[in-house]
């Protein structure tokens, strides 16, 4: 019953830009954390992004942190209304090139969690 699938990824020119959105359903999506991961062939997988879970319609920024690698060209955000998490990419490099997961983990049950399928980032000339 519990889904989370991500869509918006592709091939995209370095410079470019792509927004990642993770649909969930079948839990209660206010009261988790969302993060996006990511994976390349070979490496470790990497948490990017986290926005800590509430009851507003859009958690502010200030709930939000990420790597450090991509600070200042990432942003995440959520839509409670629509039970989406977005991860908006801007100026992409190669070495974002990687599988981008969606992660839910319940903010005070912190055992329960799940993650998405993956969605295939690929940055390249």
């Known amino acids: 019953q519990v889904q989370l699938v991500e869509s918006g990824g592709g091939l995209v020119q370095p410079g470019g830009s792509l927004r990642l959105s993770c649909a969930a359903s079948g839990f209660s999506f206010s009261i988790y954390t969302m993060a996006w991961y990511r994976q390349a062939p070979g490496e470790q997988r990497e948490l990017v992004a986290a926005?800590?879970?509430?009851?507003?319609?859009?958690?502010?920024?200030?709930?939000?942190s990420y790597a450090d690698s991509v600070k200042g060209r990432f942003t995440i955000s959520r839509d409670n209304t629509k039970n989406t998490v977005y991860l908006q990419m801007n100026s992409l490099k190669p070495e974002d090139t990687a599988v981008y997961y969606c992660h839910a983990q319940h903010r005070f049950n912190t055992v329960t969690y799940y993650w998405g399928q993956g969605t295939q980032v690929t940055v390249s000339s």
């Open positions: 926005i800590t879970g509430g009851i507003a319609r859009i958690t502010g920024s200030d709930s939000a």
